[in-house]
């Protein structure tokens, strides 16, 4: 069967890997980058995302089921799960009392590495189901598509029938640095962490500082100079070693948004839940070889 799935988030990615052991699977991706929100900066031969995503259970039951997150990377791609034993913050209702960190770039070389997976460095927007097929671009034809929450396709023909799926383009931006000394006391996630950053996680890796920060909407157009400013006093400056910002293009849905594009009713589309890695690896039976 020929199979097509949009972006390279983890999910969709691992997604394409299972299926990928007895189908021809394409994956689609715009960016320049693989990972999309997920993607990694490399310095010194160091990988670190440059973004601040975790992998966190969101209730009880899915913190039982963490260990079997753990196992999966290990027996499949040889990757140790870390405890992080520095503060996480969190201002959702449901407090994890386990919180774990995976090097996921590995195991992005692992799977790309294997060469079973074509990349098309092409935004789906618009899919059209004939004959039994679906065309991607009126260029590609597929047996069947996995379209995550937040792709940017915005349009599916299907029964003579033109649907259009709405979208918010956000540009999010990060502040990302690196230091050889600490910047803050210690903590490995804050969902609120001052005035003009809201989530922020520092990762150390190689006895190097890893600060990455999403930039408030209100403050978005301010410099990395005026960003600088307010984070640290200028005399902690001369610590950082690298510092930029990072630019993300996502295609949001909001509720009324995603209840559109969930109803989608074609056997030969299947749209994923990408919003929470717990969830979705559990829903879509990642952990499931068969």
Request: proline share 3%; aromatic share 14%; glycine share 0%.
């Given at each position: 069967m020929k199979i097509a799935l949009i972006g390279t988030s983890p999910i969709i990615v691992l997604i394409a890997h299972r299926l990928s052991k007895n189908n021809e699977v394409t994956i689609f991706d715009y960016s320049k980058e693989f990972g999309g929100?997920?993607?990694?900066?490399?310095?010194?031969?160091?990988?670190?995302?440059?973004?601040?995503?975790?992998?966190?259970?969101?209730?009880?039951?899915?913190?039982?089921?963490?260990?079997?997150?753990?196992?999966?990377?290990?027996?499949?791609?040889?990757?140790?799960?870390?405890?992080?034993?520095?503060?996480?913050?969190?201002?959702?209702?449901?407090?994890?009392?386990?919180?774990?960190?995976?090097?996921?770039?590995?195991?992005?070389?692992?799977?790309?590495?294997?060469?079973?997976?074509?990349?098309?460095?092409?935004?789906?927007?618009?899919?059209?189901?004939?004959?039994?097929?679906?065309?991607?671009?009126?260029?590609?034809?597929?047996?069947?598509?996995?379209?995550?929450?937040?792709?940017?396709?915005?349009?599916?023909?299907?029964?003579?029938?033109?649907?259009k799926f709405d979208y918010n383009i956000i540009d999010s931006k990060h502040l990302f640095l690196i230091s050889k000394n600490k910047l803050f006391k210690d903590f490995y996630y804050s969902e609120d962490f001052n005035f003009f950053l809201d989530r922020a996680q520092v990762e150390r890796k190689n006895n190097l500082y890893f600060f990455k920060a999403r930039i408030r909407k209100e403050f978005k157009k301010f410099t990395k100079k005026n960003l600088l400013d307010l984070l640290i006093p200028k005399k902690k400056h001369k610590k950082i070693i690298k510092s930029k910002i990072i630019k993300y293009k996502n295609f949001y849905r909001n509720e009324s948004q995603l209840k559109k594009i969930k109803k989608i009713n074609c056997k030969n589309i299947k749209v994923i839940d990408t919003s929470q890695f717990v969830f979705s690896f559990f829903k879509n039976r990642i952990n499931n070889e068969k």
């Open positions: 929100a997920w993607s990694w900066e490399n310095f010194n031969k160091i990988s670190v995302p440059n973004k601040t995503n975790v992998i966190v259970p969101a209730n009880s039951q899915e913190e039982k089921k963490i260990k079997e997150i753990n196992k999966f990377f290990l027996n499949n791609f040889s990757l140790k799960s870390k405890k992080i034993k520095n503060n996480y913050h969190t201002l959702h209702s449901y407090k994890p009392k386990n919180v774990y960190e995976y090097d996921l770039y590995n195991m992005y070389k692992i799977i790309f590495a294997e060469k079973r997976i074509k990349i098309i460095k092409k935004k789906v927007s618009k899919l059209e189901k004939k004959n039994k097929k679906l065309l991607v671009n009126n260029m590609y034809k597929f047996d069947k598509i996995f379209i995550p929450f937040f792709a940017g396709l915005n349009t599916l023909i299907y029964r003579n029938k033109v649907e």
